[in-house]
C-alpha cells in the first residue's frame, strides 16, 4: 500500500539532509543545512522542522564569512548537533575547502556557541589529539559517546595536493585539546581526534593497500561479535579504493577494529598520532585495517559509487550493507558480515537502487529509493515495500532516513529547482 507524503518546506532555497542521524531523538524533528543546490557550501544557517505542523527553528547562524552544513544529531538526550563550519573571515590564503573547515557542535536546550570538536595544529612539532586540516560528515556512534568523520590534511595539501589522502577519523571526549598558537589559524578543540584509516599515495596494484578512505559507517549499536564469541566494541567500515592489477580503481569494503578504551586512543602506534612534515597522521596502538570485499575478479568489480552511499551496519552489527552491481550491471543492496566472507546478495530487482540507505531501528528494514519511489526493504529477502507513488523524476538520491522510533522515512525531492524536505509514512 503506497502512503502518503508530505512536504514539509516550500520556501525557494534548498533544504539538504545529511545521509544519517537527521532526526532528533524523539522522531519528530529533522534537521537540515541551506544551500542553493547540493555541491555548493554556501549555507548560513542550520535549522530544523517539526513534522507535525512544519514549523522551522534556526540552530545557528554564521558569521564573519563562515559559510555552514551538512548537520547531524546525537542519538541521545539531549539532542546535540554536529556540523561542518568553514573558517570565518576567509581570504585568499584560507578559505572554505576540504582541508580548511571544522566540525562544532551545539547543544540543546541552550544553543549556546558552537563549541569546536576538533582542534587545529598545523605548526612543526605537531599536537597529539589534534587534527591538521578539515573534518567533514561527522556523525555520532549509536550511543553518542563518540563521533566519526572524514578527513583532508593541510600539512600535506601544501606539500603536494596529491598526497592530501581523505581518511577517516573519530573523535572521543578524552579531553580538550590546546595545541600551542604559531598560526591565525590555530585553535583549540573539545575532543581528541586521530585518523583510523591507513593509506599510501601509491597502492601496490592488486594489493589491500589503498589511496583513500571515506563513506564510513559505525557497526552495530554495540559493535559486533567475533567468530570466537567475543564482542569486539568499536569498530568503523568504510570504503577503500584499491588498485587492480591493472592499476585501475576499484573501491573494496573494509573495516578497522577500535580499541574498547578510548583512553587508548591516545597510544600513538609505530608512527606519531599527529603526523609529521613528510607524513599523514597515523593510527593509534591497536587498530587494525583489513579488507572485506575481493571484487576485482567480477564482471563489474568494485563498490558501487553512484549513487553515492555511505556503508551502514545492522543494529545488531551482523552484517554491513552496501551497493554493487550485481552480473548484469544492475545496482543492488548487498550484505557482508564484518568477519568477512562471501557478500549476500539482498535485492533482484530489475530496477537499481538510486540512493543512499538507513536501517530501521529493529534491523528488518532498510529505507531506499529504487524505480522512482521511496521503497522499504526487507533485509532478509529483499522484497520492496513502496511508501511513495513512483514519480517521473526519482527522490533525490542523498538521503533517505528512516525515524527513530521508525514511523516515518525523511527524503528530499527538487521542486522548482530547489531540494525540499518530505517524510512519508513508514509501514
Not at 520556501?11 to 543546490?37: C, E
Amino acid at each position: 500500500m503506497v502512503s502518503n507524503e508530505k512536504q514539509l518546506t516550500f520556501d525557494d532555497r534548498g533544504h539538504q539532509l545529511t545521509n544519517i542521524n537527521v532526526w532528533t531523538p524523539d522522531s519528530q524533528w529533522l534537521a537540515y543545512d541551506v544551500r542553493p543546490q547540493g555541491s555548493e557550501f554556501t549555507g548560513l544557517t542550520i535549522e530544523r522542522v517539526r513534522i507535525t505542523d512544519g514549523e522551522t527553528e534556526v540552530i545557528y547562524t554564521a558569521r564573519d564569512g563562515a559559510h555552514v552544513g551538512v548537520v547531524t544529531v546525537s542519538p541521545d538526550t539531549p539532542a546535540r548537533y554536529v556540523f561542518i563550519h568553514g573558517p570565518e573571515h576567509p581570504d585568499s590564503e584560507w578559505r572554505y575547502d576540504f582541508h580548511h573547515r571544522r566540525g562544532v557542535i551545539v547543544s540543546e536546550p541552550d544553543r549556546g556557541p558552537a563549541v569546536t570538536l576538533d582542534a587545529m595544529s598545523i605548526t612543526a612539532p605537531y599536537t597529539p589529539g589534534a587534527l591538521r586540516g578539515g573534518s567533514h560528515v561527522h556523525v555520532f556512534s549509536p550511543d553518542g559517546s563518540r563521533l566519526s568523520f572524514t578527513y583532508n590534511d593541510h600539512v600535506m595539501h601544501e606539500r603536494d595536493p596529491a598526497l592530501d589522502l581523505r581518511n577517516v577519523g573519530i573523535a572521543v571526549p578524552l579531553h580538550a585539546v590546546t595545541p600551542a598558537k604559531h598560526h591565525p589559524r590555530e585553535y583549540d578543540g573539545s575532543h581528541f581526534c586521530v585518523l583510523v584509516s591507513r593509506t599510501t599515495a601509491q597502492p601496490q596494484p592488486g594489493s589491500d593497500e589503498i589511496n583513500r578512505a571515506y563513506e564510513e559507517g559505525w557497526v552495530g549499536s554495540q559493535g559486533y561479535l567475533k567468530p570466537d564469541g567475543a564482542r569486539q566494541r568499536w569498530a568503523l567500515a568504510f570504503i577503500g579504493d584499491t588498485l587492480s592489477v591493472a592499476g585501475e580503481k576499484v573501491p573494496e569494503l573494509f573495516m578497522v577494529d577500535l580499541p574498547e578504551n578510548e583512553a587508548d586512543l591516545a597510544l600513538a602506534g609505530e608512527q606519531p598520532l599527529q603526523g609529521t612534515e613528510e607524513a599523514l597522521p597515523a593510527p593509534p596502538r591497536g587498530v587494525t585495517q583489513r579488507r572485506l570485499t575481493f571484487t576485482h575478479g567480477r564482471a563489474f568489480p568494485g563498490i558501487a559509487t553512484a549513487p553515492r552511499h555511505w556503508l551502514r551496519a545492522a543494529p545488531d552489527g551482523s552484517e554491513i550493507a552496501f551497493l554493487m552491481k550485481d552480473g548484469q550491471g544492475v545496482v543492488q543492496l548487498w550484505g557482508i558480515s564484518p568477519n568477512g566472507g562471501e557478500p549476500r546478495q539482498i535485492t533482484h530487482g530489475a530496477h537499481p537502487i538510486q540512493s543512499a540507505f538507513s536501517w530501521r531501528a529493529d534491523g528488518k528494514k532498510l529505507a531506499l529509493v529504487c524505480d522512482n519511489s521511496v521503497m522499504l526493504c526487507d533485509a532478509k529477502t529483499g522484497a520492496m515495500t513502496r511508501l511513495t507513488k513512483r514519480s517521473e523524476q526519482p527522490p533525490l538520491s542523498d538521503a533517505v532516513v528512516i525515524s527513530p522510533d521508525g514511523r516515518h522515512v525523511a527524503f528530499m525531492r527538487e521542486v522548482a529547482g530547489r531540494a525540499q524536505l518530505f517524510i512519508t509514512e513508514a509501514h
